[in-house]
Structure formats: C-alpha cells, structure tokens
C-alpha cells in the first residue's frame, strides 16, 4: 500500500492532515480508524510527524498492551524508537519519556528522557501567552508563556512526579513551579501544593489556581471540598462561618466529573457538615440527595 502511494507521489503532509481530524474523531469507531489506517501508511513511508501522532494515540489509548512493541503499533515504536535515540528533538523525548513510563519501565530511565526533552529545547524561542486568561487572577501574568513544544507542559509535571518519588523534593518543586509560573497549567500548581505542609499558606492559593485553571485539576477540587468541610466542622466558628464553609465544600465536591468519585467526595462532605445541613440552602441538600441515590 504504501509502496503504492509513493509510486503515485501522495503528498506526505497533505495525507497526513486529512488523516488527523478522522484519527482524532469524537464521532465513531469508523472514521477513527480510518484515519489511523492512513496514518499506519504514512509511518511504513517512515513520515516522522506520523509516527509521532501514532505514539501520541498510543499514549492516550486505555489498553496497556497496545504500548508493547510486539502489539498492533510494532512497526510505528521501532521507528519511534530510533527516533529517540538521537536525543536531540524535545518533542520526541518527552513523548519517549512518557511511553516509558506507560511502559513500566525504570523512572530513571523516563527522567533521562525528559531532561534531554529539556536540554534540547532550552533554546526553542520563548512567545508570551497573550490570551485572555479565566479562573483565578494571577497577581503577575507576565511571565505566562506558550509551551515550547506541545508536550512542555507534560514534560515538566511528569518530570516532577517521578522526582517526587525519587525523593528529589527540591528539584520537583522546580520543575511544577515551570508548569505553573510560566506555563500555567493546573497540574503545575497542584504539584506544588502537595509538597507542601497543610499549614503552609501557599498551599490553599496553589490549590485554588490548580482548580481553576483552564483545564482544572479534579484532585485538586476534592481537596477544596473536604478542606471546606473542615472547615464548616469547626465549632468555634459562627454558625454564618459554618454554612459558608458548607456550601463551598458541596461547590468543590460538584466540580468532580467522574459520578463514583463525586458520590464519594460527596459523601466525605456530608459526614463533617451533617450537623450545619439543616441551616444550609436548600438547593444544596436537594442536589446531596440526588448525587445520593444517583
């Protein structure tokens, strides 16, 4: 096939366009793997921004089996592979260092591959990120940036996690601190929340921006709902404090989309407020009740 369309001269960069919107389709089963056909085409063609798209597909499939290079992509991982080996492109390394960890491969092996991620794009020019930004306000935007490459802002949260278990606090702290100070992305700032203590009064902040960032940070969110109820637990505060704190704890607990952990964070709410319930709105308890029985 490939051979075939070669013989013909298909333009590489015109099949591989048509074939992403179809690879990527929300639509059915059909077209998704038509696109995907095509772009299998262009990959045996040895075209690299397909074998690259290949590998991001993989990564977002939900079967680990399809990772192994002995499965249905052997063909576009061993291109991939040789890929990597260069070392020199910070697309290819982080996508390399997430497959690697999606693999179950060492953690020092996937930390390599983001650094030299990094080392190769150290140089990539910088554009400020001039949008309108919604959530919370950042006391300073002008360091806010657009990612270097598409997968910058994967490289650095991913690199501080595996960090964070290799005990490198310091250096993972870093590193979120480049995904949310000047890439602004949730999981930065969520990141930072977590190394640091409860009392620590950058904590909340962080929490907050992770939650309200464009793509918001659901872990994050949960933790808002039970600190609020915490909170609304807290007898030695007024009664207008407690149902404050109660309603903003049922808030937090909503923004989860994921129906089995809402109904829990739900639930973890509903046992510290209990007692404040009947002082609430009513609209809150109804909606408790329905997540309930939901």
């Not at 056909?37 to 680990?64: F, N």
């Amino acid at each position: 096939m490939a051979a075939g369309l070669a013989e013909n001269d298909i333009d590489h960069y015109a099949l591989h366009c048509a074939a992403l919107p179809l690879a990527f389709s929300q639509s059915g089963a059909i077209p998704e793997r038509l696109g995907l056909q095509m772009l299998m085409i262009l990959v045996e063609m040895g075209y690299t921004p397909s074998i690259l798209t290949v590998v991001d597909l993989v990564l977002r499939s939900s079967g680990d089996s399809v990772t192994q290079e002995g499965g249905a992509f052997h063909d576009a991982l061993v291109r991939f592979k040789r890929l990597a080996e260069a070392g020199n492109n910070p697309q290819i390394m982080t996508l390399h260092g997430l497959l690697l960890m999606r693999q179950g491969r060492s953690d020092i092996s996937a930390l390599r591959s983001f650094d030299k991620a990094i080392e190769a794009g150290r140089f990539l020019r910088s554009i400020p990120d001039t949008r309108p930004r919604s959530g919370m306000k950042r006391s300073d935007t002008s360091t806010i940036r657009l990612p270097k490459w598409r997968h910058e802002g994967h490289c650095h949260v991913k690199r501080g996690e595996l960090l964070v278990k290799l005990g490198r606090a310091k250096e993972a702290m870093a590193a979120f601190k480049i995904a949310a100070f000047e890439l602004d992305l949730g999981d930065g700032y969520f990141g930072m929340a977590k190394l640091l203590p409860p009392e620590a009064p950058e904590r909340e902040t962080y929490l907050l921006q992770a939650a309200q960032s464009v793509l918001p940070t659901f872990e994050a969110c949960n933790i808002l709902a039970l600190n609020m109820a915490n909170k609304a637990a807290n007898r030695s505060l007024s009664q207008e404090d407690r149902i404050f704190h109660a309603n903003q704890a049922y808030e937090w607990a909503q923004m989860e989309l994921d129906p089995v952990k809402r109904r829990g964070v739900m639930a973890q709410v509903y046992e510290k407020v209990r007692d404040v319930t009947g002082q609430m709105s009513r609209k809150w308890v109804e909606r408790w009740m329905a997540t309930r029985h939901a």
